[in-house]
């Protein structure tokens, strides 16, 4: 299970080097295949294995067989392999004509960590996305995340970072909307004498349908339900009323008066509590774009869960094709779903599909709901059979870190588990 779950998270594997930039210190950077790949706790850790010890007899028999009829001896160079240190990160950092100042170091060994190349170009990139910021975690997660996806914006930064650091639910922001909506309804008949009737009741009715919408949005969202309601459309209808209402809060603050007030502020309040959800499904728009990174190359999906009281969130990863049109193959992918459970807490659950057998493993807060789950493991295969599907690995882990989806958003690979392999003469 542990290589299915791999992201491969880049560097570590074929064709690309570990550490440093193509034709940059290339003899001295181990590669590493994604069979020696493993999941631990906060990320993906990429573990070099030594070759078995009769490879090595057997390459040194061969050494000594073709030194032999050559007639001259030859002595094996051996490898070793020994930890990166930030010593080895500074004097890359020089040596590619960037300062190794203390900000600059934590930098370099994110884009380690994130399998990114350690290239001028890549650090210069992260530097200018992320100018003018307060350079926090969140906005570095976020520049990382960006940079990652191929995608230079300012705003995207903006509104990606504001997400990471405010880790905003997209079923308490729709509850908090629809109370606004509601509020603003009932402070409608306090504009009649700053607006137009007719404006009034198309307003009023447009007002009811969307909040129409917003109660039956939990059972017909896309991954949810009836599954009509997609997020684009989403977005389109919480811009355009959002838009209506700034227009209409403009014309009643030029009205003013006692009346026209209550109304502005309830006009205010709904405009906030648009964007509030507006700039949540635009971060998860932004890190649903398509991506030449495996690892960060996936459909991501806050969804309101209606089974939960009150609704909760329902995050849900889904792998794409590493292909130009990055599509999703339902009988070749990866789904990683991270639900917020009423009795149980929060469970993160990972499953690899191939075709008719599906991996899983599941991620929980505690041993008391590891127990429970592997209890009733047998009704889930059950229930796979029947719609001819083998479990083919079912594991359960007390793994707390890993049952928030923020993890597998952005993988990582351990620091500590980067070797550098330099050869004795």
């Known amino acids: 299970m542990a290589e299915d779950i791999t992201s491969g998270a880049g560097g570590l594997h074929p064709g690309k080097p570990v550490i440093w930039p193509t034709g940059k210190g290339s003899p001295q950077s181990q590669q590493v295949t994604q069979s020696q790949t493993t999941q631990t706790s906060g990320g993906v850790r990429g573990v070099p294995t030594q070759a078995p010890r009769s490879a090595q007899a057997g390459g040194a028999a061969a050494a000594a067989s073709a030194s032999s009829s050559a007639g001259a001896a030859a002595k094996a160079a051996p490898d070793i392999a020994r930890a990166l240190t930030l010593q080895d990160i500074s004097a890359h950092l020089l040596n590619i004509g960037i300062p190794d100042n203390e900000m600059n170091l934590h930098l370099a060994q994110l884009m380690l960590k994130s399998g990114v190349e350690l290239s001028q170009l890549n650090f210069v990139k992260l530097m200018k996305m992320m100018e003018g910021t307060n350079m926090s975690a969140s906005v570095q997660e976020a520049a990382m995340g960006l940079l990652m996806k191929g995608i230079d914006s300012p705003e995207a930064l903006k509104i990606l970072s504001n997400y990471f650091a405010q880790n905003p639910q997209l079923a308490a922001q729709m509850i908090a909307l629809q109370e606004s909506i509601g509020n603003l309804m009932g402070s409608l008949g306090a504009g009649k004498g700053a607006l137009n009737s007719n404006l009034l009741a198309q307003i009023s009715a447009m007002l009811a349908q969307f909040d129409d919408l917003l109660r039956d949005l939990p059972g017909n969202y896309k991954f949810s339900g009836k599954g009509n309601v ?167 882990k007390v793994n707390p870190t890993m049952c928030n989806i923020r993890p597998y958003m952005i993988p990582l690979i351990g620091l500590d588990d980067l070797l550098r392999v330099s050869v004795e003469a």
């Not at 690892?295 to 089974?307: D, G, K, M």
């Not at 995050?315 to 149980?344: C, F, G, W, Y």
């Open 230 to 396: 997609g997020r684009d459309s989403l977005i389109n209808d919480v811009r355009a009323l959002k838009a209506l209402l700034e227009g209409v809060q403009d014309k009643t603050s030029v009205q003013g008066g006692g009346q026209s007030e209550i109304l502005t502020a309830s006009l205010s309040g709904a405009v906030g509590k648009l964007d509030n959800v507006l700039q949540n499904l635009i971060a998860q728009a932004i890190m649903s774009q398509g991506s030449n990174r495996q690892e960060v190359n996936y459909q991501f999906y806050q969804i309101p869960n209606s089974l939960a009281t009150p609704p909760k969130n329902f995050e849900i990863i889904v792998k794409r094709e590493a292909n130009e049109e990055k599509t999703i193959d339902p009988k070749d992918t990866q789904l990683i779903m991270s639900v917020d459970t009423h009795n149980m807490g929060k469970i993160s659950i990972v499953m690899r599909v191939k075709d008719k057998k599906v991996s899983f493993l599941f991620n929980t807060e505690n041993k008391e709901v590891q127990n429970s789950i592997i209890r009733d493991s047998g009704d889930l295969k059950q229930k796979l059979m029947d719609r001819e599907y083998v479990a083919e690995s079912f594991q359960v």
